[in-house]
């Protein structure tokens, strides 16, 4: 006959057996304390004759050594039992309860994709050339030119001319400020889709697939908690958080795309988040076998019990 024990079992026996030793050690002590020494003592006279065993009590009734046998048999029981109680010990795993189909979606959910960095748009084309009419008098002053005597002799004061001067140039334009960095694009759909860590012992992509979405679903049922306020309200529902995989491997850029209250998609968050604190890095999404960026909707399902 199989017998097994689990912890509370194996513990609430112990303790059964230490109470029943105790329990006995009690009843001895109280049965031998409440004889009447007087009616013993008259009963069996004192004989000097009678050879007495010394550590053995004078009276056969109060003799507690006749009872050694029982307590002996009494000891290898409890002994016997303590030994096969812990050599079948069982330990359970407590297991995590996964609502059905937990990572399919009722309906189909449309994200927009962050874009990426774009170029700036060109400058505006320069303003036309504005024509000015010339006014007739200045045409008409410019028909008849001014006669200017410019003869010199010995005696006339020759200057030097003033230095021409240009026209003032403006200061060059300040360079233009560094093209921001180029951000990588975002993939909706890889040709390898990320993959939750701890299967890549696994031989094909199939079973490393299927493992994934397990390790998954556990590590997402074991962390999170039903909020109370859903809980008392009812509230059951599927929570959907997008989130971006890096090519490391990080979560980033998490938000809550769909909401049934009661604090259900705050707590969804939360244990999506909770991949980062925890070391869990998720296997990069591949693009041509290089790795990618990549968007991840996951749906969390929450229904009462």
């Known amino acids: 006959m199989n017998f097994s024990f689990d912890g509370n079992t194996t513990l609430v026996l112990l303790g059964g057996i230490v109470l029943l030793t105790v329990g006995i050690i009690l009843y001895f002590k109280y049965r031998f304390s409440h004889y009447d020494w007087h009616r013993l003592k008259a009963k069996h006279a004192l004989d000097q004759g009678r050879k007495l065993l010394v550590g053995r009590s004078k009276f056969p009734e ?3 050594f006749r009872y050694s046998s029982q307590f002996m048999r009494f ?3 409890a002994s016997l039992f303590v030994i096969l109680a812990a050599l079948n010990w069982t330990t359970y795993e407590e297991e995590t309860a996964i609502p059905e189909n937990a990572l399919v979606m009722d309906e ?14 060109p400058p505006p084309p320069p303003p036309p050339p504005v024509i000015q009419e010339v006014p007739e008098e200045f045409i008409e002053d410019l028909d008849q030119p001014e006669f200017v005597d410019n003869s010199i002799d010995r005696n006339t ?34 040709e390898d889709m990320p993959r939750f860590p701890g299967c890549e012992h696994l031989g094909t992509k199939a079973e490393k697939e299927a493992c994934a979405r397990d390790n998954l679903l556990k590590f997402i049922y074991e962390n999170i908690e039903y ?3 859903a809980r008392e309200n009812g509230v059951e529902g599927t929570v959907v ?3 971006v995989v890096e090519k490391d491997g990080v979560v980033r850029d998490t938000k809550i795309v769909r909401e049934i209250g009661g604090g259900c998609g705050e707590e969804a968050l939360r244990v999506v988040e909770l991949m980062n604190t925890s070391g869990k ?10 790795p990618v960026r990549v968007m991840f909707n996951l749906p969390v399902k929450f229904k009462l019990k």
């Open 75 to 77: 000891g290898l029981l």
């Open 108 to 121: 189909d959910i449309t994200l927009e994709v962050p874009r990426s960095s774009e170029p700036p748009p």
């Open 157 to 190: 004061e020759v200057h030097a001319p003033a230095p021409v001067q240009g026209p003032k140039t403006a200061p060059p334009p300040p360079p233009p400020p560094p093209p921001p960095p180029k951000e990588e694009e975002i993939f909706v759909i890889a």
């Open 241 to 243: 958080i997008s989130f």
């Open 227 to 229: 909020p109370p306020i």
């Open 62 to 64: 109060v003799d507690v």
């Open 281 to 290: 890095r998720w296997i990069p999404g591949k693009q041509r076998g290089k």
